[in-house]
């Protein structure tokens, strides 16, 4: 398996447990929208979805710090110049253009993969996005300015005088009352169990689509 070495570029934080960093790009380093690589250590490694551009000088993931994690307290410390070895972009939950309409249904940095179909150019797309609390909808106004429908569904209850643009509740409840039945292209990305109720749904409801996957942890 070939290796390349990269170099920390930047961090920036999006919320007190999600940060983007930024590598130098090796030469010939080309990805297909919607690939990850993994990062290599000590025998073991954990895969990132890169954000996109596919074209540029830098490559770009986000990340949860996961407390007591092996990896990613790893990259949340890390500093400019530190190395990490990477494997070449890799996998298949790319964008397929359809005549069915595209739903995205992501649950917390799950949510990457699609960021880099829509700095890629997709349009007209719903997109779900199911987190906990507000402040974790991540690249949110770049997301609402493309798609068709942009839907943040919280599942904790905001205070009064909150945000009001959200739905209150899981990615699937939205799907099971507001989605009108149909065929869709359904691309699922990040937590396996959001992905195995909607799964469910799918079949009940919207049988004749076509359903895309991938799972974070
Ligand atoms: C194809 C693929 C793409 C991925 N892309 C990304 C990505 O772009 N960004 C990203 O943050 N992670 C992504 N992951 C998850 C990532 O590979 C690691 O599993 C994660 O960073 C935890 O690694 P760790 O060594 O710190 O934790 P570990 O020591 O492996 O601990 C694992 C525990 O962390 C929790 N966990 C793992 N990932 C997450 C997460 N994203 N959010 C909340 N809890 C989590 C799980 O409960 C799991 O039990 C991806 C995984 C896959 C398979």
Redo the contacts with the bound molecule.
């Keep these: 398996m070939q290796l390349y070495t990269v170099h920390v570029k930047g961090r920036q934080w999006l919320t007190d447990r999600?940060f983007e960093i930024r590598f130098d790009r090796p030469s010939g380093f080309d990805f297909r929208p919607g690939q990850?690589i993994a990062f290599v250590f000590e025998q073991?490694s954990?895969?990132?979805?890169l954000l996109g551009p596919a074209h540029g000088p830098e490559l770009s993931?986000?990340?949860?710090?996961?407390a007591?994690?092996?990896?990613?307290?790893r990259?949340a410390a890390a500093a400019p110049g530190d190395v990490f070895q990477v494997t070449a972009p890799s996998?298949f939950?790319t964008f397929k253009p359809s005549p069915r309409p595209a739903v995205f249904v992501a649950t917390?940095?799950?949510v990457?993969p699609f960021v880099a179909f829509e700095r890629a150019g997709v349009r007209d797309f719903h997109l779900l996005h199911g987190v906990r609390t507000a402040e974790n909808l991540i690249y949110g106004p770049e997301l609402a300015a493309a798609a068709r429908a942009y839907v943040p569904c919280l599942s904790q209850p905001v205070a009064a005088g909150g945000s009001t643009v959200h739905f209150t509740g899981r990615v699937d409840a939205w799907l099971a009352t507001r989605l009108p039945s149909g065929g869709y292209d359904f691309y699922l990305c990040?937590?396996g169990d959001m992905i195995r109720d909607v799964m469910r749904l799918i079949d009940e409801r919207f049988h004749s689509s076509h359903v895309f996957t991938?799972?974070?942890?």
Excluded: M, Q, W
């Design positions: 999600i990850k073991n954990r895969d990132y979805t993931i986000c990340v949860r710090h996961v007591g994690g092996h990896f990613s307290p990259l996998g939950f917390g940095t799950g990457a990040g937590n991938e799972t974070f942890f």
